[in-house]
């Protein structure tokens, strides 16, 4: 099996970016997938195979990756995006891993 | 509309065993991997266990390998999840999840969930 680290928090101010990495020796041969969980809520995707946006998704989410490390970007943040956020990756074994999670806190 | 709707959670003893189900309607049921996801209270989420489109090929966690059973019933748009042995660690709330491909492997992610259903192990 394997890791995905994420921070446990990030914290931005409204309108500000927000950046949540996710790191793993395996992110350098596969793909990421982010997914946002609000209280109460099941998780929805919000990037998937690295940089893809699914339709519905607003534009402030993109995703990027380099070597070891995705990062999940949400440009001119919003009260409403706050939750937490989980990367996800698979391999070609179908074993596949979540990160610990990253609380975003809207200030 | 994509519906996954959970059941069969609840309160069960340490080493005995619960059966969970998730109806799935609004799709071609046998054309998606499917997952079960689960979140311990407070926790993060972990992957529990996949199965192909055709129910063919089967995949798990190490921390549920051997005490748990996924299958699907194509008939009938259902998938299932086997719990046996069940210790204090398995509670949690347990999603079900569709994937976009048949397969399972390298692009799985999960784009529809359902709501879930709580599984408490307690005595």
């Known amino acids: 099996s394997y890791e995905l680290t994420q921070p446990p928090s990030v914290s931005v101010s409204p309108g500000q970016t927000a950046r949540i990495t996710c790191s793993g020796d395996a992110l350098a041969k596969q793909y990421a997938y982010w997914y946002q969980q609000k209280a109460g809520q099941a998780p929805v995707v919000v990037t998937y195979?690295?940089?893809e946006r699914p339709s519905g998704i607003p534009e402030r989410f993109s995703g990027s990756s380099s070597g070891t490390t995705v990062t999940l970007t949400i440009s001119g943040v919003q009260a409403e995006d706050e939750a937490d956020y989980y990367c996800?990756?698979?391999?070609?074994?179908?074993?596949?891993?979540f990160g610990g999670g990253t609380k975003l806190t809207v200030l | 509309e994509v519906q996954l709707l959970e059941s069969g959670g609840g309160l069960v003893q340490p080493g005995g065993s619960l059966r969970l189900s998730c109806a799935a309607s609004a799709f071609t049921f046998s054309n998606y991997a499917m997952s079960w996801v689960r979140q311990a209270p407070g926790k993060g989420l972990e992957w529990v266990s996949a199965?192909?489109?055709?129910?063919?090929?089967?995949y798990y966690a190490d921390s549920v390998k051997g005490r748990f059973t996924i299958s699907r019933d194509n008939s009938k748009n259902m998938l299932y999840l086997q719990m046996n042995s069940l210790r204090a660690e398995d509670t949690a709330e347990y999603y079900c999840a569709k994937a976009p491909t048949p397969i399972v492997g390298a692009i799985t992610y999960f784009h529809h969930w359902g709501q879930g259903t709580l599984v408490t192990v307690s005595s």
């Open positions: 199965i192909s489109g055709s129910g063919v090929n089967t």
């Open positions: 996800q990756s698979a391999d070609s074994t179908g074993t596949l891993v």
């Open positions: 195979k690295d940089s």
